[in-house]
């Protein structure tokens, strides 16, 4: 004889919840985007070379810090140049920062236009200048050529959402250029910015044994592994589900990238608001920081010989890559 258990209220009830946590459980472990053809297609020539070029470029120029109005001129001339001959049109915006009076006070700004809202807009960022004496070939000419090959690669690439490409001054003079950005968002309510997606040294990997030091290692929570071949993924409460799609974008697109997930937990730690996405944390916006750690892996961090030949370009496409992915996403690329 079957049981009778299900026809019993308590049955029912258990049933039901039974159903509620698997409904549950799948919604939180299905992927965040249904991959597209067209996204694999374009990312796919991101490759070493094209950031080579980029990367070269920037620091033959020599250091860029925001003090020395010559190079950062240079590069400012150098960004637009590449954006212009993708077909987008530059603007510098002039960073408001009462008391700063250097010689590259200005954030280079372009813009890819939504097909359906327009005045919604999503970031991808990453700050081009540098501390003085170093030609900062990983921090941060490696995030800039990231988010000039997104540019190029999604130019033609209708999505619903407005992409904008961001090219901070200043953030080596504490975060000064992408605070000014942030601040004046209230100035334009009718155009919403729903987060960033920030380039922050994106060239470095080690594969050796313990070539990759933590701030600090906490099991299991936050414990960076002890090969210093992947990229931490970093994010606060807030932008857990950013973290999430960046991620599935990986996952789907650029299957050889290896990962750290300091998303969500990012926030508690004081060394993963060191860049351009903490204005935006600290303004409830998402924010999410694609970094190789710093001086935690490149012992040229900040030094003269943050150098090209340093450099581990392979690495850096396929971070790039995945984030150009990720920027398809995340502004609703249709058919996706
Ligand atoms: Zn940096």
């Excluded at 459980?25 to 070493?48: H, K, L, N, Y």
């Excluded at 932008?239 to 599935?248: D, I, P, Q």
């Excluded at 340093?310 to 790039?320: G, I, R």
Aim: net charge negative.
């Amino acid at each position: 004889m079957a049981s009778r258990f299900f026809s019993t209220k308590k049955g029912r009830l258990l049933a039901a919840a039974v159903l509620v946590g698997a409904a549950i459980t799948w919604w939180s472990f299905r992927s965040p985007i249904t991959p597209s053809a067209e996204v694999a297609d374009r990312i796919q020539s991101i490759g070493a070379g094209r950031l080579a070029e980029h990367i070269k470029q920037l620091t033959e120029i020599g250091p860029r810090d925001g003090n020395d109005a010559e190079a950062t001129r240079a590069t400012l001339d150098y960004i637009s140049a590449r954006l212009r001959g993708l077909g987008y049109e530059p603007v510098e915006e002039v960073i408001d920062w009462p008391g700063f009076e250097g010689g590259g006070s200005v954030n280079l700004i372009a813009e890819k236009r939504g097909t359906k809202y327009p005045n919604k807009i999503v970031e991808i960022g990453a700050h081009y200048d540098t501390v003085p004496f170093s030609p900062g070939a990983d921090d941060n000419a490696s995030g800039v050529a990231g988010v000039l090959e997104a540019a190029r690669v999604l130019r033609d690439l209708p999505t619903e959402r407005t992409i904008r490409f961001c090219f901070f001054g200043l953030e080596e003079m504490g975060l000064i250029g992408s605070q000014s950005h942030v601040a004046g968002f209230a100035k334009t309510p009718e155009r919403e910015v729903l987060g960033l997606l920030n380039l922050e040294m994106i060239a470095c990997r080690k594969t050796g044994p313990d070539t990759q030091d933590a701030p600090i290692r906490i099991p299991i929570i936050a414990s960076l592994p002890t090969t210093g071949d992947f990229i931490t993924v970093a994010g606060d409460m807030g932008s857990g589900w950013l973290g999430n799609l960046f991620e599935a974008c990986a996952d789907s697109y650029v299957p050889e990238l290896e990962y750290f997930s300091a998303n969500r937990i990012g926030g508690f730690f004081g060394d993963a608001a060191r860049s351009d996405h903490s204005p935006y944390w600290n303004s409830d916006l998402p924010g999410i920081m694609l970094t190789d750690t710093a001086e935690f892996r490149n012992g040229n961090y900040h030094d003269p010989t943050d150098i090209f030949e340093t450099l581990d370009l392979e690495f850096a496409a396929q971070v790039s890559r995945a984030a150009a992915a990720a920027m398809a996403h995340w502004a609703g690329v249709s058919g996706a």
